[in-house]
T-cell receptor
Framework: DQQVKQNSPSLSVQEGRISILNCDYT??????FLWYKKYPAEGPTFLIS?????DKNEDGRFTVFLNKSAKHLSLHIVPSQPGDSAVYFC????????????FGKGTMLLVSP | EADIYQTPRYLVIGTGKKITLECSQT?????MYWYQQDPGMELHLIHY???????EKGDLSSESTVSRIRTEHFPLTLESARPSHTSQYLC??????????FGEGSRLTVL
């Protein structure tokens, strides 16, 4: 049973507009949430994270929002650029020093000029 | 930029062959991981290590084995490759409870 769900396999956005990628999780014990970006034939690269004590974290064009009561997080990219076209993975970690990351299936973002 | 390296990047091999995927990191991270990923699917953890001589199986059952004799090196071995092993294998490392740094991946095709 999937603990991390990214229900949109793909998203198309025009350059300059906002991209919103969503992620839902099932276990309230998850306390740390990350977004990774992956280009074809490359490994994922870390983008941004948020801990459960916050509800927002911002880094340049990227902002992650966390709604603990809804067990939902989202990644906002604004303004979107063609170079942002990639697969975005949501990952979660449980509140334990020995916990590993659990990933969603990813959302493919296509930003067109 | 993370310093974690995987070789080979691409490997096409026949059924029954033994293969080893190499992974090395120069960051001194104690924790290392192997994930397997197929297109359109999530990354599945198949092995991890929290230090030298420590290895554990991940969430996804795998016929591969790993070893951790040195901090910087975490190779994955398949004794007898089969077409069902065709996939992308991603190695990662981390310090403490922070984010994982991934290598570029090894794409394995078994004919």
């Amino acid at each position: 049973d999937q603990q991390v769900k990214q229900n949109s396999p793909s998203l198309s956005v025009q350059e300059g507009r906002i991209s919103i990628l969503n992620c839902d999780y099932t276990n309230s014990m998850f306390d740390y949430f990350l977004w990774y970006k992956k280009y074809p034939a490359e490994g994922p690269t870390f983008l941004i994270s948020i801990s459960s004590i916050k509800d927002k974290n911002e880094d340049g064009r990227f902002t992650v929002f966390l709604n603990k009561s809804a067990k939902h997080l989202s990644l906002h990219i604004v303004p979107s650029q063609p170079g942002d076209s990639a697969v975005y993975f949501c990952a979660v970690r449980m509140n334990s020093g020995y916990s590993t990351l659990t990933f969603g299936k990813g959302t493919m973002l296509l930003v067109s000029p | 930029e993370a310093d974690i390296y995987q070789t080979p990047r691409y490997l096409v091999i026949g059924t029954g062959k033994k293969i080893t995927l190499e992974c090395s990191q120069t960051m001194g991270h104690d924790k290392m991981y192997w994930y397997q990923q197929d297109p359109g699917m999530e990354l599945h953890l198949i092995h991890y290590s929290y230090g030298v001589n420590s290895t554990e199986k991940g969430d996804l059952s795998s016929e591969s084995t790993v070893s951790r004799i040195r901090t910087e090196h975490f190779p994955l071995t398949l004794e007898s490759a089969r077409p069902s092993h065709t996939s992308q294998y991603l190695c990662a490392s981390s310090r403490g409870t922070g984010e994982l740094f991934f290598g570029e991946g090894s794409r394995l095709t078994v004919l």
